[in-house]
T-cell receptor, first 111, second 113 residues
């Protein structure tokens, strides 16, 4: 069974700190990986996509992928209270299949 | 235009009602999705349309009936729903499906009485 796991929250960090969100997946054939942010009562918003091993940076966000370890992470630098949300990891196992979402990690950034 | 729109935002219906949810995108995307999301859970895939053809039906009860009139529009017809069907219904689209990024609409909050 294809599974995506995320570190259980809630994760609390002080304002200005680095928030680290982790995701592991079971299907070694997975090809594409996505991070979504979801505020309470709203829909998921795509933050990052990553397809190759290594780091991908976009502003304060860095996604890291290690296919050998079946691990993808999201780092949020200079965390702001507005970053407080649930972060969903989504994995596409292989071409033609659809996303498998992790359960989400709730992040709270404390002023 | 990089937006997926959904109507209505909120819907309350009785178990004997028939209603429809609508989704529209003008990004030229050829894959469209319906998801259901319960509180504190991740989105759960219901249907996938690829190039206007139903390609995935994740064993959804027949009281949910999808329709894709054209490449920009996606409907979800609802009939004889149960209270446990109350949830946030999300539409998403992607360029071609498969590995492509999915973009979500704002959702329809459905309450079944």
């Amino acid at each position: 069974q294809k599974e995506v796991e995320q570190n259980s929250g809630p994760l609390s960090v002080p304002e200005g700190a680095i928030a680290s969100l982790n995701c592991t997946y079971s299907d070694r054939g997975s090809q594409s990986f996505f991070w979504y942010r979801q505020y309470s009562g709203k829909s998921p918003e795509l933050i990052m996509s990553i397809y190759s091993n290594g780091d991908k940076e976009d502003g304060r966000f860095t996604a890291q992928l290690n296919k050998a370890s079946q691990y993808v992470s999201l780092l949020i630098r200079d965390s702001q209270p507005s970053d407080s949300a649930t972060y969903l990891c989504a994995v596409n196992p292989y071409y033609g299949q659809n996303f498998v979402f992790g359960p989400g990690t709730r992040l709270s950034v404390l002023p | 235009d990089t937006e997926v729109t959904q109507t209505p935002k909120h819907l309350v219906m009785g178990m004997t009602n028939k209603k429809s949810l609508k989704c529209e995108q003008h990004m030229g995307h050829r894959a469209m999705y319906w998801y259901k999301q319960k509180a504190k859970k991740p989105p759960e895939l219901m249907f996938v349309y690829s190039y206007e053809k139903l390609s995935i039906n994740e064993s959804v009860p027949s009281r949910f009936s999808p329709e894709c009139p054209n490449s920009s529009l996606l409907n979800l017809h609802l009939h004889a729903l149960q209270p446990e069907d109350s949830a946030l219904y999300l539409c998403a689209s992607s360029q071609r499906g498969g590995q492509d990024e999915q973009f979500f609409g704002p959702g329809t909050r459905l309450t079944v009485l």
